[in-house]
């Protein structure tokens, strides 16, 4: 099984730029998102529906919020493992799960989505928020998760879209391709994370494309719905048993 260190076209620029904002990175996300990450989340989580006794993975768990929030549903009755590439990140999260005494409940650890370090059918379930667009290969990604979850196991993937609506859509678009890049910037003091931001989003696969990447995966009813207008979409698939 292959390392974070020995993974060949592992986007270490994408990894840098993701520890030089972890400092200001939760308060990011709840500024430039109005507050509505936080419901995003909490709709992931409710989607997976964590039960007592399960085992779940948090891939790209950045500062650990989905990893809490799993664990919020059953404190010290379930076991989450959070997976990032990001050191710093990591090190944040690591104190949000210490603050909250949840260390025997929640792991984390660095490595890489699309090397999973973990056996076959090892999780219950497998959770995904605003993680898969940065990965080198998101369909080997959705690979991993399957294999590492167990026979009927969920999965659950949090994504940004596109307003479908057209008046909705422009202002959208004016919003996360102009102003939030500032906003970002000014905050973040780093040139050019809030710009990977739109990019990233723009050329990655969405609604029907990204169901249809999941069923590649091997993943059976695969559904997705839209959140806050279709800023986000969720999405939501079994492993075939």
């Not at 898969?132 to 590492?148: C, G, K, T």
């Amino acid at each position: 099984m292959q390392t974070l260190e020995r993974t060949s076209g592992f986007p270490r620029q994408i990894q840098n730029m993701f520890g030089a904002v972890a400092p200001k990175y939760d308060f990011l996300n709840r500024l430039l998102s109005a507050g509505r990450d936080q419901y995003w989340r909490k709709a992931a989580v409710d989607l997976l529906s964590p039960q007592m006794g399960e085992r779940f993975l948090d891939v790209a768990t950045g500062t650990a919020d989905i990893a809490l929030e799993i664990a919020s549903r059953h404190p010290s009755e379930l076991k989450v493992m959070g997976i990032d590439f990001s050191g710093p990140m990591l090190k944040i999260g690591q104190k949000k799960v210490a603050d909250k005494q949840l260390e025997r409940t929640i792991t984390l650890q660095k490595g890489c989505g699309e090397f999973l370090p973990f056996a076959d059918g090892s999780f219950h379930g497998v959770i995904s928020a605003f993680g898969l667009r940065n990965f080198f290969d998101s369909q080997r990604a959705l690979n991993e998760m399957h294999r590492v979850l167990q026979d009927d196991g969920k999965v659950v993937i949090l994504e940004f879209s596109h307003p479908p609506n057209p008046l909705l859509g422009w202002g959208y678009l004016f919003y996360f391709h102009f102003l939030l890049p500032q906003v970002g910037k000014f905050f973040s003091r780093h040139k050019s994370a809030y710009n990977y931001l739109p990019q990233s989003v723009a050329k990655f696969p969405m609604r029907d494309d990204l169901a249809l990447l999941m069923e590649q995966s091997g993943f059976r009813s695969v559904t997705h719905q839209d959140l806050t207008f279709g800023i986000v979409s969720l999405y939501h698939g079994i492993k075939n048993g």
